[in-house]
T-cell receptor, first 116, second 114 residues
Framework: GAVVSQHPSRVICKSGTSVKIECRSL??????MFWYRQFPKQSLMLMAT?????????EQGVEKDKFLINHASLTLSTLTVTSAHPEDSSFYIC????????????FGQGTRLTVV | AQSVTQLDSQVPVFEEAPVELRCNYS??????LFWYVQYPNQGLQLLLK??????LVKGINGFEAEFNKSQTSFHLRKPSVHISDTAEYFC????????????FGTGTRLKVLA
């Protein structure tokens, strides 16, 4: 299957700082990218959907000013957690999907964010 | 709206025994169905998917699942599990058109015992 690379795999940041997570599709053009958040021992909760060149669509309850999503190219999307707080500590996973019907989404390896 | 239910949060099973992980979904429109496996601190790996055609789908690592439209189920099975199958398993659905966003179940922790 196609490869989605997510970087960094782990990051520790101080409370009040911002951190950026990158999601790259390595061998296909990702017209749509999804960002998920996963709490310990829980399922993946969709945060937002982004289409290349468009503003992201956020799920209900997700603060768009807190979680900035940029999808500037067909191979890269970024999630920036602004003014991070300890409660933002979580596992973040991106997925990317190419154009067309029946195309599945491929998932990155996830980023473990710890805010201290 | 779509929803996915995985009734079993944990399933312990002895090595070499068969296992079935249950998944039921709810949707008023057509969906695609998936099973993913997640190992600790890692992303998701696709086990198998149902898009159309034969309702019995075979995946990687000896897993298979059967799509049952009348029961709105997509249960995952393996005839003989290994210690290495210990992981979290997620069932997911996505619409066949539109945003294609995935809706995940709450996951089932499969623990294979020696």
């Amino acid at each position: 299957g196609a490869v989605v690379s997510q970087h960094p795999s782990r990051v520790i940041c101080k409370s009040g700082t911002s951190v950026k997570i990158e999601c790259r599709s390595l061998d296909f053009q990702a017209t749509t990218m999804f960002w998920y958040r996963q709490f310990p021992k829980q399922s993946l909760m969709l945060m937002a959907t982004s289409n290349e060149g468009s503003k992201a669509t956020y799920e209900q309850g997700v603060e768009k000013d807190k979680f900035l999503i940029n999808h500037a190219s067909l191979t890269l999307s970024t999630l920036t957690v602004t003014s991070a707080h300890p409660e933002d500590s979580s596992f973040y996973i991106c997925s990317a999907r190419g154009a067309g019907v029946n195309t599945e989404a491929f998932f990155g390896q996830g980023t473990r964010l710890t805010v201290v | 709206a779509q929803s996915v239910t995985q009734l079993d949060s944990q399933v312990p099973v002895f090595e070499e025994a068969p296992v079935e992980l249950r998944c039921n979904y709810s949707s008023s429109v057509s969906v695609y169905l998936f099973w993913y496996v997640q190992y600790p601190n890692q992303g998701l790996q696709l086990l198998l998917k149902y898009l159309s055609g034969s309702t019995l789908v075979k995946g990687i690592n000896g897993f298979e699942a059967e799509f049952n439209k009348s029961q709105t189920s997509f249960h995952l099975r393996k005839p003989s599990v290994h210690i290495s199958d210990t992981a979290e398993y997620f069932c997911a659905v996505t619409l066949t058109s539109g945003t294609y966003k995935y809706i995940f179940g709450t996951g089932t922790r499969l623990k294979v015992l020696a």
